[in-house]
């Protein structure tokens, strides 16, 4: 079955199996923090499977955008993975220009929205003000000893029980509301 045939299939649930399909891809984004790093792929993988979009090449493509892109403390990794799911659900198919393609608007209102929703959450979209949100303070993912810090912490789950779980709901949520057109 393709994405479309998929989603159509989803949207057509009732509220409550919805609901329920958008706490099994929070579960599943959730167990991919506990077990894996890299925030990118944490929630892009909850989201392919569980609504069928892209494929392990597009999960691969997201590898370098964990730590807010190659751990650069910048745009949240998490968030990005997200957006790309929304693009493999809405984006455009081919290069068309922006003003004419549909696909192109609404995949960018779509992504605007889970943008919107997250820095609503978080008050900003990049990984180390996140981080200081979370945790109160930040580090320097490519500085070796600030990393394993980071991995090391007690509390390290907060990334996942709380970004993650959040990117993962906004992003199936967005991706379920019904077509535009």
């Known amino acids: 079955m393709g994405k ?7 949207r057509q649930m009732s509220p409550e199996e919805q609901k329920q399909l958008i706490m099994e891809i929070e579960e599943t984004a959730c167990s991919n923090a506990k077990a894996y790093h890299g925030c990118s792929q944490w929630t892009l993988y909850a989201l392919q499977e569980h609504l069928n979009l892209g494929n392990r090449a597009v999960f691969r493509a997201s590898s370098a955008l964990a730590g807010g892109v190659a751990e650069s403390g910048e745009v949240c990794g998490a968030l990005i993975g997200g957006l790309m799911a929304v693009g493999l659900a809405y984006g455009r198919s081919k290069l068309e220009s922006v003003e004419t393609s549909s696909e192109f608007s609404e995949a960018m209102e779509r992504s605007a929205r889970v ?3 997250f820095k609503n959450e978080f008050g900003s979209l990049r990984c180390r003000d996140v981080q200081k949100a979370i945790f109160g303070k930040s580090w320097d993912l490519r500085n070796p000893e600030e990393k394993n810090e980071f991995l090391s912490r007690e509390d390290i789950d907060k990334c996942g029980d ?10 199936a949520e967005v991706i379920l509301e019904p077509p535009f057109s």
Request: contains cysteine; hydrophobic residues 45%; positive net charge.
């Open 4 to 10: 479309r045939e998929t989603l159509k299939k989803i």
């Open 115 to 117: 943008c919107d929703g």
């Open 162 to 171: 709380m970004v993650i779980k959040k990117v993962a709901r906004l992003a």
